[in-house]
């Protein structure tokens, strides 16, 4: 948006929490919420240039709020709700949340490519996710990360990142396979602390997870930069298709993520580790619920996650060790 609107001023609109993340952004001037309060701020304001990202009604319903001169992406047509490309740029985008064959089989492209494709930000250039921390946080990052490293004088950090939403609760191995993981990490690489990462909704599950195991649970209740930070703080993350696994990739860790129910082709790890993909006939299959008896996330073969930590850690530790720069 900045490559092709410099003088541009933006504001940027989404959900509580995750306004939190958008925070103190260096090219964000103004963060907003879904809320009724800032839905009022909003509606007091006007732009020449709209973007509505998300294919939903509440996404052109906060839109409706405020008056746009020229609007990308996506729209409501007609009285049905019917969500249709705003220009002719979003049909490809739009097109795979109908064909699930093309979303699945035909589409090779990022979501990241496909997105600036629809809103007409281009031309593609594979630009990296830019998720900066504060000078603050970085101090912590380091501070975080020495302390971890020095309880059991390890080398590097590996993060797993045990959940994800509950939109699709498959897209997270079962405690009894974290379990699994952590053993052959603790037998196989004894020079890495491993430390569970996750939000609130994790909490119980993280601490049934590292029971009687020689772990770092990281703190879950502490919002979102504060997760950031953790994440930060890790050399190499574990995880599934999930906030995490972006929150990583920000980062430039190195990241190992597996795929069952959702398309491992829509996310660009920029070549910093491994898309693993669950054995399953079935997958991808986008389904909030499945009653297969032996789901796709027991289907991910344990010797190609140890196989690419072991890369990965390899990676890491013949560059540089340090998850941020030093503090000072």
């Known amino acids: 948006m900045k490559r092709k609107y410099p003088s541009s001023m933006i504001t940027w609109v989404t959900d509580a929490p995750a306004h939190h993340l958008l925070k103190n952004h260096p ?17 007091s304001l006007d732009f020449e240039i709209g973007f509505v990202v998300d294919k939903s009604l509440k996404a052109c319903g906060v839109v409706s709020r405020t008056k746009v001169d020229q609007l990308f992406g996506f729209k409501v047509q007609g009285r049905n709700g019917a969500i249709v490309p705003a220009t002719k740029a979003a049909t490809e985008l739009w097109e795979l949340g109908l064909d699930d ?34 000078a603050t946080e970085e101090k912590s990052a380091y501070s975080r990360r020495s302390e971890w490293l020095s309880l059991n004088n390890r080398q590097i950090i590996i993060g797993l990142n045990t959940g994800c ?33 996750g939000g609130p909704e994790d909490t119980e599950r993280n601490q049934r997870i590292s029971q009687g195991l020689p772990v770092i649970s990281s703190a879950t209740e502490s919002g979102l930069r504060d997760g950031l930070v953790s994440v ?8 599934g298709d999930s906030l995490g696994m972006h929150m990583a990739i920000s980062q430039k860790k190195q990241v190992i993520a597996w795929f069952g129910p959702t398309c491992a082709h829509e996310i660009d790890i920029y070549d910093r580790g491994f898309k693993l993909l669950a054995q399953s006939p079935c997958s991808p299959c986008w389904k909030r619920t499945c009653e297969k008896s032996i789901m796709c996330y027991d289907q991910v073969s344990l010797e190609e996650v140890l ?3 072991k890369s990965c850690c390899a990676n890491r530790l013949s560059g540089r060790l340090t998850a941020v720069d030093p503090a000072p």
């Open 101 to 134: 064959h093309k979303k699945f089989f035909v589409n090779q492209k990022p979501e990241t490519q496909l997105m600036v494709e629809a809103l007409e930000i281009g031309p593609y250039r594979r630009d990296e996710y830019w998720l900066p921390l504060t």
């Open 232 to 239: 930060a703080a890790c050399d190499v993350i574990v995880t």
């Open 165 to 197: 939403s509950n939109v699709i609760a498959a897209k997270k191995w079962t405690v009894e396979y974290h379990r699994q993981v952590i053993a052959r990490i603790l037998k196989e690489l004894p020079q890495a602390e491993i430390v569970l990462l």
């Open 27 to 43: 090219a964000i001037d103004r963060v907003l919420t879904t809320s009724e309060a800032d839905l009022l701020q909003l509606s």
């Open 307 to 309: 196989n690419a930590l």
